[in-house]
């Protein structure tokens, strides 16, 4: 039985290349060749809903078109093109994101998410698809040389990130400030409200560069993996996304995605 003709797969995907703007419906994925429907892949009528925190560059931030943009979208875009859906990309707070898997609103989380156990009792993770890595931006100057230094000191986080996780156990949640974004805990490090900021490497090199007066710290807090969460229970799209970042993967399309936004160093 015939799932989606190559035509059809190509309007899809272009219709989706359209659709990484924030809450934008989808177009029809409907299949006009008379093919069984219920032969389709399908999850919420054909249309993979991704939510995402777009306040983390370069995976996901908010393009000169108010659009969505960076490695998750286009990885889900890519992960929904294996599917045969379309995606849209739905931009919250990122401490809204597991909620709203668990109550269905969106079928995906994609958001440099790390794989840990406490999250893991609430929802599912696919395989891991990239690394992060927790480190600590200072102004230049900074009596902060190391992890080791931040005791006693005020540490900036985005709210509900591992960052925020691991400083407040390991210095205490009276030294932890939190922010809704990573960019506003920067700001405020910029104003001298705060001491350091403890965030993922690949944003804190893009607040680095947009902030004069800033750098990274050359010791890494913590090292993660970054993968899509799904609500617990959906085998079926767990299975079939797992099955796609394999082949995109070893194909090479998420590698020459991560490539296209985070150059090879050195
Ligand atoms: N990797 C961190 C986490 O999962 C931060 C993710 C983010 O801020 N988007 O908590």
Do not use: W
């Not at 898997?101 to 995906?108: E, H, K």
């Not at 696919?126 to 890595?133: I, N, P």
């Amino acid at each position: 039985m015939k799932k989606f003709s190559i035509a059809m797969l190509s309007m899809v995907l272009a219709g989706s290349m359209l659709l990484t703007g924030c809450g934008n419906s989808a177009p029809s994925t409907k299949d006009d060749t008379g093919a069984d429907d219920a032969q389709q892949p399908q999850q919420t009528e054909g249309t993979l809903i991704m939510g995402t925190n777009a306040t983390f560059p370069p995976y996901e931030f908010v393009d000169e078109n108010s659009e969505v943009a960076g490695i998750d979208a286009e990885i889900a875009n890519a992960i929904a093109g294996e599917l045969g859906m379309a995606l849209e990309i739905k931009d919250m707070e990122f401490d809204s994101l597991i909620p709203a898997l668990s109550s269905g609103t969106i079928d995906i989380v994609l958001a440099g998410m790390t794989v840990t156990p406490a999250r893991q009792e609430n929802v599912d993770f696919t395989e891991s698809y990239a690394t992060g890595v927790q480190v600590i931006i200072v102004p230049e100057g900074s009596s902060i040389a190391s992890p080791d230094d931040l005791e006693g000191k005020t540490i900036g986080v985005q709210s509900g990130t591992t960052g925020d996780v691991y400083c407040t156990d390991d210095y205490g949640r009276d030294h932890v400030k939190q922010y809704s974004n990573g960019a506003l805990a920067v700001a405020a490090l910029v104003n001298g409200q705060i001491d350091c900021v403890v965030i993922d490497n690949e944003p804190a090199k893009n607040y680095v560069a947009a902030n004069q007066g800033l750098k990274i710290l050359d010791t890494e807090y913590v090292v993660e993996d970054y993968a899509a969460a799904i609500a617990k229970g959906n085998t079926e799209l767990h299975e079939k996304v797992d099955a796609a970042i394999e082949t995109l993967k070893e194909n090479g399309t998420i590698a020459s995605i991560i490539a296209k936004y985070i150059p090879a160093e050195g």
